[in-house]
């Protein structure tokens, strides 16, 4: 995973490096009975930073908002998987999870990279792939945009800082 030199700066000081590498059978196998899937995107993912916790970085002066932190732990999302169909249909793709983020949301992965959050039953699209999530995360300067319900992305928030 290619990350520019600010978002991978947060995720090494977590002790995250690009050749990291976990098993995740354990979390495939799993989730797997409850019916999610596992892209070679998400696996590539899982795989290098599951187990992760990387804390919320402080927020600076040219943020809108509060920056989040993560637990990079697909099992988090077990029992969740009917929320997670549901955006699957609408969406027509696959989504794999890949752990929390502070607040609780969960994140959420495509086949070709896309990254979404999940809270309660709203979906948020974070990216095109999950660096540009990751630095949308970490870094943030924008809300994630809301997915509607016919599966297409509403309008970027932009501009007033929240609270975390």
Same mark, same amino acid.
């Given at each position: 995973?290619?990350?520019?030199?600010?978002?991978?700066?947060?995720?090494?000081? =977590? &002790?995250?490096?690009?050749?990291?590498?976990?098993?995740? /059978?354990?979390?495939?196998?799993?989730? &797997?009975?409850?019916?999610?899937?596992?892209?070679? /995107?998400?696996? =590539?993912?899982?795989?290098?930073?599951?187990?992760?916790?990387?804390?919320?970085?402080?927020?600076?002066?040219?943020?809108s908002?509060?920056?989040?932190?993560?637990?990079?732990?697909?099992?988090?999302?077990?029992?969740?998987?009917?929320?997670?169909?549901?955006?699957?249909?609408?969406?027509?793709?696959?989504?794999?999870?890949?752990?929390?983020? /502070?607040?609780?949301?969960?994140l959420?992965?495509?086949?070709?990279?896309?990254?979404?959050?999940?809270?309660?039953?709203?979906?948020?699209?974070? &990216?095109?792939?999950?660096?540009?999530?990751?630095?949308a995360?970490?870094?943030?300067?924008?809300?994630?945009?809301?997915?509607?319900?016919?599966?297409?992305?509403?309008?970027?928030?932009?501009? /007033?800082?929240? =609270?975390h």
């Amino acid at each position: 995973m290619t990350l520019d030199a600010e978002t991978s700066a947060v995720l090494v000081a =977590a &002790g995250w490096t690009r050749e990291r590498q976990v098993d995740v /059978t354990g979390w495939i196998r799993s989730l &797997g009975s409850e019916g999610y899937t596992f892209s070679p /995107t998400a696996i =590539a993912a899982v795989t290098n930073l599951g187990g992760l916790v990387v804390p919320a970085p402080r927020a600076t002066d040219r943020q809108s908002f509060a920056p989040y932190g993560f637990r990079f732990d697909p099992i988090l999302m077990s029992g969740e998987y009917g929320r997670v169909r549901r955006w699957e249909e609408r969406l027509g793709t696959a989504l794999s999870p890949l752990g929390e983020i /502070t607040g609780p949301s969960y994140l959420l992965v495509s086949p070709t990279g896309a990254t979404y959050s999940l809270y309660h039953n709203e979906l948020h699209w974070w &990216g095109d792939s999950l660096p540009a999530a990751l630095r949308a995360l970490l870094l943030t300067t924008d809300w994630p945009r809301p997915v509607r319900d016919d599966g297409t992305l509403g309008e970027l928030v932009t501009g /007033t800082a929240r =609270a975390h």
